[in-house]
């Protein structure tokens, strides 16, 4: 026999007025993802919403000060190292264009180096002149076409910098050997 208990918990990172749905099998509680939805307040006398008619929370939007997202899926920056001399190319515009037109809410752009020498490889995203911004402007407008926000990870490598063009060489002189 199975039970459905609806309890009120309110968590610091989800906010007041969401309900978790406790499902109760074999004397075992567990909570079903596709419970995890904002249970709006319903006057005295109206009609109840069914179960098939809720939206989960992951895909209901998002909003933090004036940025609203579509949904609370978010794409983490990868370094895919395909950039030519920092300038994002058609690669770009498919791999994160791809994830926008799947529906993602927020996708973030590789690790973009603010200056060359700043580069983890040289194949890095930079955005260290101005002339790296129709290659940028492109892909962005594509995924604002998409319903999806797009953001971008600064990165500077620092002193690794150093060390990664030290094993390089130490590589191309091992091989000339």
């Not at 895909?59 to 794409?75: C, E, G, H, W, Y």
């Not at 995924?143 to 690794?160: E, P």
Request: hydrophobic content about 40%; aromatic content about 6%; some cysteine.
């Amino acid at each position: 026999m199975v039970a459905t208990i609806n309890v009120n918990v309110s968590k610091p990172t989800h906010g007041a007025g969401i309900t978790y749905e406790k499902v109760n099998v074999n004397g075992v509680k567990t909570h079903t993802q596709e419970s995890f939805h904002i249970r709006v307040p319903v006057a005295v006398g109206s009609s109840q919403e069914s179960e098939a008619e809720k939206t989960p929370l992951l895909f209901q939007p998002f909003s933090v000060k004036d940025l609203t997202l579509a949904n609370r899926i978010i794409v983490a920056p990868m370094c895919m190292y395909s950039a030519k001399d920092g300038f994002m190319t058609d690669y770009h515009l498919a791999h994160l264009g791809s994830f926008a037109i799947n529906g993602a809410g927020l996708i973030l752009a590789e690790a973009t180096a603010v200056e060359p020498r700043g580069r983890i490889s040289p194949a890095d995203t930079g955005i260290w002149s101005d002339d790296h911004i129709p290659a940028i402007k492109r892909v962005v407008d594509f995924v604002h076409t998409q319903g999806a926000k797009i953001g971008i990870q600064l990165a500077h490598a620092g002193r690794k910098v150093k060390i990664i063009q030290q094993i390089k060489k130490k590589k191309s002189q091992s091989l000339h050997l």
